[in-house]
């Protein structure tokens, strides 16, 4: 099956800072999500981002399909941000394979 | 905003009892599904449904596990005897794929603790 691989896999963050999480994938790929775990467990839709660009308040994301990886940037890191971030493809067959995850604590 | 939710947050119970995961998905949604997340590890893909059957199941999904849509608007899953690795985090998704959306959206999850 496909691979998918998060970096890096715990990231510490002081208040206000910027920062990149990077997702890898082995195969060609027709979705592609990106999601925060917040401390309770609930997965919250970050991006749906195949391809492209895409800019929400703080969080953009960039998926270069062609080579296989996509970004996810936080800017002015918050205490709320802290989590687990989780990226997800779909191989063209509706269920999604999940990275590992990348940990970020945000310090105030 | 239209969202999944789910039902109970959290359910305890015994090795060996059936359990039943209540699932709400977004009503205009075709597409449904159950992941699970065993605590501290990456979030797997258990079943796919669609039109009234399984669309895809994972290794995971053996016969022990069943999905049912017992009405228009429920989706469940049911594990016939639980097992003390079957304790995990349980989420419920749906996609419309209608216009070629694939988005799967989750629900909040039901927290499954076997003892």
């Known amino acids: 099956g496909i691979q998918v691989e998060q970096s890096p896999p715990d990231l510490i963050l002081q208040e206000g800072a910027n920062s990149t999480l990077r997702c890898n994938f082995s195969?060609?790929?027709?979705?592609l999500q990106w999601f925060h775990q917040n401390p309770w467990g609930q997965l919250i839709n970050l991006f749906y981002?195949?391809?492209g660009t895409k800019q929400n308040g703080r969080l953009s994301a960039t998926t270069v399909a062609t080579e296989r990886y996509s970004l996810l940037y936080i800017s002015s890191s918050q205490t709320t941000d802290s989590g687990v971030y989780f990226c997800a493809v779909d191989q063209y067959d509706y269920k999604l394979s999940f990275g590992a995850g990348t940990t970020v604590t945000v310090r105030a | 905003e239209p969202e999944v939710t789910q039902t109970p947050s959290h359910q305890v119970t015994q090795m060996g009892q059936e359990v039943i995961l209540r699932c709400v998905p977004i009503s205009n949604h075709l597409y449904f599904y159950w992941y699970r997340q065993i605590l501290g590890q990456k979030v797997e893909f258990l079943v796919s449904f669609y039109n009234n059957e399984i669309s895809e199941k994972s290794e995971i999904f053996d016969d022990q596990f069943s999905v049912e849509r017992p009405d228009g608007s429920n989706f469940t899953l049911k594990i016939r005897s639980t097992k003390l690795e079957d304790s995990a985090m349980y989420f419920c998704?749906?996609?419309?794929?209608?216009?070629?959306?694939?988005?799967?959206?989750f629900g909040p999850g039901t927290r499954l603790t076997v003892l």
């Open positions: 195969d060609s790929v027709n979705n």
């Open positions: 981002i195949p391809s």
């Open positions: 998704a749906s996609s419309d794929t209608s216009g070629g959306a694939l988005e799967q959206f």
